[in-house]
Each structure stands twice: as C-alpha cells, then as structure tokens.
C-alpha cells in the first residue's frame, strides 16, 4: 500500500480554485520534493495530507504514524528543548526520557538539551522542531519549507542530516520547496507543480548516488537541477 495516494483532490477557497485534480501517489519510504511557485498550492496540499485541511477527491493516507514540520518552529518559550521534544510524547500520555534523549541524539542537540528556545540558533531551533516531530517515530513526515528562513551553510547541513536520518529511519518523505538545489540534492523524486491552480507539471526520479556534500558540484546535480527549473519556468509562463 502507498504511504499517500490522492485522486482528483480539489480544494477552493470562495473563488480561489487552489488544488484542480491533483492525483498523487507516494510509495512508502520514498523521499519526495514538492516544488512550486509561491502560492500554487503546496501547503493546501500538505495540510490537506495531514488532515488539517479538507479537499474534495479521494484521500488515502495512513495517518496513525505522522508528523509535520513547518517553516516556523514553532518551540514553547517557556520549555527548554528536552522539554519541548517531550510535548507529543506527554500529550498521548506515553512520557519516555530515553525516545527524547535519541531525538535528540539524532539531531545533533543532546549538549543543548536544557537549554531555551530563545538561547538557540535559527537551525538548532530548527533541529529541535525535527527532533520533536521524530520523538514519536513517524513513519511518514511532512515538512513546509522547514528551512527557507535559515542561511544557505545551515540550510546545507541539515539537508545533509535529513538525508542520513531519512535512510537510517526508514522515513518517507514529502519535502516541500521552492529551492531545486536543496529539492536535487534531498530528494530521491522530484514532482513540480504548476501556478494556481496547482496540477502536477513534472514528475521524475532524480537520478543521483550517494548524497554527500560534494555531489553538489557534480555535473550529474546540475543536470537534474537542469531539468526541475526548466519544468517550473514551463509550469510558469
Ligand atoms: N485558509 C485559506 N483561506 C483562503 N485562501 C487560502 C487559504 N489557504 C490558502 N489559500 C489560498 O490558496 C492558494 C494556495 O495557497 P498555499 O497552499 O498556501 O500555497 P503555497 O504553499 O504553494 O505557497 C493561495 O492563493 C492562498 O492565498
Ligand atoms: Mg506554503
């Protein structure tokens, strides 16, 4: 069974026609880009994946194993970052120190473990948010641009990161960007979508090995790159 298939999912706001017949499958423990211009659509379609949103069309997703990580991390001030990543375990009543300590291994944030939100980095809030969201080990994890807002270095590594926790974890993926540089170097298939209202432009295999950092200047990155900017400036005129 597909971790998510959608078939002729709509979804308008009053006039404004977001989603027209979007049909989508994702097979489990694939990582997926969904790159668009601003506006087209993507986080409708994320929200409505997640059952935060409602569209017209069918909807398959098994949601009993899921997180979502948004561009914000969204951290309580109050709570330090052990805290903070314990919040979904507490809340179904599952507390479990040892689940936290690994998230947060897992991220690289075990020495930061005590402290604050507002005593952090842009990108260690960032890894914290990701940590929070793998505390409960979900099986599919969404995430909205989760590092548009942080530099390009930080934005790298945690790309990097997110890659070797999306193998050793056994993630499926749907990655959300209008980045194709982070989208090729993350993702095992890219899906462009066009202006509003969003249908699927593009959909392919990136076709690259190992993800290290220094596939980054490999003529094989440029040409998939290549390929995805040339599908979103078609999906654009
Ligand atoms: N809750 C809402 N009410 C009204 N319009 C919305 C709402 N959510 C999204 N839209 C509209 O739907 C379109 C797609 O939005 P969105 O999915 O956020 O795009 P993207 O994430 O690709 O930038 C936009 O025109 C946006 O203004
Ligand atoms: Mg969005």
């Given at each position: 069974m597909p971790a998510v298939a959608l078939q002729g999912v709509r979804r308008s706001f009053g006039d404004v026609v977001a989603l027209d017949g979007v049909d989508l499958s994702v097979e489990q423990g694939d990582f997926v880009a969904l790159i668009g211009p601003s506006g087209c659509g993507k986080s409708t379609l994320l929200r409505i994946i997640a059952g935060?949103?409602?569209?017209?069309?069918?909807?398959?997703?098994?949601?009993?194993?899921?997180?979502?990580?948004?561009?914000?991390?969204?951290?309580?001030?109050?709570?330090?970052?052990?805290?903070?990543?314990?919040?979904?375990?507490?809340?179904?009543?599952?507390?479990?120190?040892?689940a936290v300590a690994r998230a947060l291994a897992d991220v690289e944030l075990t020495?930061?473990?005590?402290?604050?939100?507002?005593?952090?980095?842009?990108?260690?809030?960032?890894r914290a948010s990701i940590a929070r969201a793998l505390v409960t080990e979900p099986r599919l994890l969404l995430m909205d641009e989760p590092f548009a807002a942080l530099d390009e270095i930080t934005r790298n590594r945690l790309d990097e990161r997110l890659r070797a926790l999306?193998?050793?974890?056994?993630?499926?993926?749907?990655?959300?960007?209008?980045?194709?540089f982070e989208a090729t170097f993350l993702a095992e298939r890219a899906i462009v979508m066009s202006k509003r209202p969003a249908r699927i432009l593009y959909d392919a295999r990136i076709e690259l090995g190992e993800r290290t950092s220094a596939v980054r200047g490999e003529p094989a990155f440029a040409h998939e790159a290549g390929k995805i900017l040339a599908a979103l400036e078609r999906g654009s005129e």
């Open positions: 935060l949103d409602a569209g017209e069309g069918q909807v398959a997703v098994d949601r009993s194993s899921i997180a979502y990580v948004f561009q914000d991390a969204h951290l309580l001030p109050w709570r330090t970052v052990a805290d903070n990543v314990a919040l979904p375990l507490e809340l179904r009543g599952v507390p479990d120190r040892g020495d930061a473990a005590d402290r604050y939100p507002a005593q952090l980095s842009g990108g260690m809030r960032m999306w193998a050793s974890r056994g993630l499926t993926v749907l990655f959300v960007t209008h980045a194709i």
